[in-house]
């Protein structure tokens, strides 16, 4: 059972990057999905949620209008479409399944650097 991220990368301010999220070994239709980020010497936070059939989501202060969470439950695969990066989107991104009475699992994360 795993949660793989990939698509983060360097990016100038401005620019845009989609991340993606594919669980392996269970199906994510089941959970409520979350993007959460940590930037050096600060503690990890919620950016982004979206509930196990994708209608409800919730986005941090500092990303709405920027950010969107979507998920492909037939790809088992959880995305964030990130637009007008800024340097202080620049930190390490995971993703999170978790839902009532079932366990919680936490990808490896993948590092968004935004910098000129």
């Known amino acids: 059972v795993q949660l793989v991220e990939s698509g983060g990368g360097l990016v100038h301010p401005g620019g845009s990057l989609q991340l993606s999220c594919t669980a392996y070994?269970?199906?994510?239709?089941?959970?409520?999905m979350s993007w959460y980020r940590q930037a050096p010497g600060k503690d990890r936070e919620l950016v982004a949620s979206?509930?196990?059939?994708?209608?409800?989501?919730n986005y941090a202060d500092q990303v709405k209008g920027r950010f969107t969470i979507s998920r492909d439950n037939t790809k088992n695969t959880l995305y964030l479409q990130m637009n007008n990066l800024k340097p202080e989107d620049t930190a390490l991104y995971y993703c999170?399944?978790?839902?009532?009475?079932?366990?919680?699992?936490w990808g490896q994360g993948t590092q968004v650097t935004v910098s000129s």
């Open positions: 070994g269970f199906t994510i239709s089941r959970y409520h």
């Open positions: 999170k399944s978790h839902g009532a009475g079932r366990p919680t699992y």
């Open positions: 979206i509930s196990n059939g994708g209608i409800s989501t």
